[in-house]
């Protein structure tokens, strides 16, 4: 789960099969009308694996703003009232699609270890959720955040070697019964690099800067009380996120080894996030990771 250059993209896609694997085009203009989606070949369906119907906001599943009541604001007209600098575009599978200019609500989500802000097509709905985690971040005085992708068209839970990021052209992934990640919809984000505001930076690939919980018995959240220095600073940075109910799920490198450089951070694939978990398990180094979990959870 998380534009790049396409040479970038596909060394991240084939190292994760997490991260943002293309977009198309963004319209002119920040109002809230999106480009004509046929010029971008349309939208995915919501939900499972079955093929979806054409057209920007119309996925099964996710046709409504769920943030949204029908006599309230569109989740467009919130990121304006919030002060978000938003571009609409249009993505496959992606709701309400946008790219944000600069920073969100003072935090900035920047392209790995650049001041570049990321430029992947994310939904409004889960722009909104990183809003309310930028409030969280500042109370850590977090600056910004460098992340890994958002975005992948039709990407996998249960990634492998020959079931990676798909382009828009590709066959079909094999994805079984769990379905595709978040990062599918543009409701997931990948983040390995976090700078404070007085310039440190915490790298979580790194094993000294965040330290794995081994413990076969205790959760992440738990081993928590055990981390010292910038490990604990980390731990209590996701577990706090979970504690605020920012994210539906939150996986860190204690979950898997294709998660040991970065937290996976997603609000589910529709609706508004709901669960707040972080979700863990014993790392298994060189062993292949069968996903156990319902779909998102990458």
């Known amino acids: 789960m998380r534009l790049l250059a396409s040479t970038l993209l596909a060394v991240f896609c084939l190292g994760f099969g997490l991260l943002a694997c293309g977009s198309d085009a963004a319209s002119d203009g920040t109002s809230a009308s999106a480009t004509d989606p046929a010029a971008v070949d349309g939208a995915d369906a919501g939900s499972g694996t079955t093929d979806p119907p054409v057209g920007m906001g119309t996925d099964a599943g996710h046709a409504k703003d769920a943030m949204s009541d029908a006599s309230g604001p569109t989740c467009l007209e919130k990121l304006t009232t919030l002060g978000v600098p938003w571009k609409a575009t249009a993505a496959r599978g992606v709701v309400d699609a946008v790219f944000v200019k600069d920073r969100i609500n003072g935090v900035l989500f920047a392209l790995e270890e650049t001041t570049t802000p990321a430029s992947d097509p994310m939904a409004c709905e889960f722009v909104l959720a990183l809003h309310h985690f930028a409030d969280f971040l500042k109370t850590l005085n977090i600056d910004h955040v460098g992340t890994l ?10 990634w492998s070697t020959t079931n990676d990021c798909r382009g828009l052209n590709d066959p079909e992934p094999m994805c079984g019964a769990n379905g595709y990640s978040n990062h599918s919809w543009g409701r997931a984000i990948d983040v390995r690099y976090v700078y404070t505001k007085a310039g440190k ?26 981390q010292t220095g910038d490990s604990k600073f980390l731990y209590d ?7 605020a109910q920012v994210f539906s799920t ?6 898997n080894s294709a998660h040991r450089n970065h937290f996976h951070l997603d609000i589910g694939q529709s609706g508004p996030p709901k669960g707040f978990s972080v979700q863990s398990r014993r790392l298994r180094i060189d062993v292949a990771d069968g996903y156990d979990n319902s779909c998102g959870d990458e």
């Not at 992708?149 to 249960?158: D, H, K, L, V």
């Not at 939150?250 to 979950?255: A, G, H, K």
Request: glycine share 4%.
């Open 250 to 255: 939150l996986l860190t490198p204690n979950f």
């Open 149 to 158: 992708g958002s975005y992948c068209y039709r990407c996998c839970c249960a």
């Open 237 to 243: 940075l996701v577990c706090g996120a979970a504690q």
């Open 201 to 226: 930076r915490y790298d979580i690939n790194d094993p000294k800067t965040f330290v794995m919980n081994t413990s076969t018995t205790s959760s992440t959240c738990t081993a928590a009380a055990t």
